[in-house]
């Protein structure tokens, strides 16, 4: 069982919909969880972080994080074209805040 | 400082072959990290420095791979006698405090390697 789990998708969603990414995690030690968006030949850039239970807004994206059953979303509002890209999930479970554990990324397509 | 810097970004080499990574992080982090990278998988931890001290090396760093970083600054990633299967991303990265105070992971633009 791989430590992080993401659907490889692709998911399209057409502009102006909300996509909806999910990420699975198997090790419950886990503090902290991110979410990154990397494009096709570029490096991964982070969007978002949250440490705790609950939902995280920031601007068009909302990161909700669920210990209990070790699960993390991430919601994209209004999602326009300029998102297509890769977003990656990863997790961090110690004190070396950046040595990431990231699933293999779900491919988002938003079709105008 | 624009970022972490990554050099050479693209690097064609024949199988057996040694090739070497430079990255140089942003000035006052002091935490740099190496992840590699396969079309259509997230990255995977390497290892990592805090300064000069390399203080975890991942089970996927064979025998062939050597990390450095000499003074705290710039870090070498170096592949001795390269296989197909070494063909890849790889990612320096390095942390500070983001706007929001918190630990932010910064990545390079990567080096990509292609072995022959």
């Known amino acids: 069982q791989k430590e992080v789990e993401q659907n490889s998708g692709p998911l399209s969603v057409p502009e102006g919909a909300i996509a909806s990414l999910n990420c699975t995690y198997s090790d419950r030690v886990s503090q902290s969880f991110f979410w990154y968006r990397q494009y096709s030949g570029k490096s991964p850039e982070l969007i978002m972080s949250i440490y705790s239970n609950g939902d995280k807004e920031d601007g068009r994206f909302t990161a909700q994080l669920n210990k209990a059953s070790q699960y993390v979303s991430l919601l994209i509002r209004d999602s326009q074209p300029s998102d297509s890209a890769t977003y990656l999930c990863?997790?961090?479970?110690?004190?070396?805040?950046?040595?990431?554990?990231f699933g293999q990324g779900t491919i988002l397509t938003v079709h105008p | 400082d624009t970022g972490v810097s990554q050099d050479p970004r693209h690097k064609i080499t024949k199988r057996g072959q040694n090739v070497t990574f430079r990255c140089d992080p942003i000035?006052?982090?002091?935490?740099l990290y190496w992840y590699r990278q396969t079309l259509g998988q997230g990255p995977e931890f390497l290892t990592y420095?805090?300064?000069?001290?390399?203080?975890?090396k991942s089970r996927l760093l064979s025998d062939r791979f050597s990390a450095e970083r000499p003074k705290g600054s710039f870090s070498t990633l170096e592949i001795q006698r390269t296989e197909q299967g070494d063909s890849a991303m790889y990612l320096c990265a390095s942390i500070g405090q983001g706007a929001s105070g918190a630990n932010v992971l910064t990545f390079g633009a990567g080096s990509r390697l292609t072995v022959l």
């Open positions: 000035s006052e982090h002091n935490r």
């Open positions: 420095f805090q300064n000069e001290a390399q203080l975890e």
């Open positions: 990863a997790v961090s479970g110690g004190t070396s805040y950046g040595k990431l554990t």
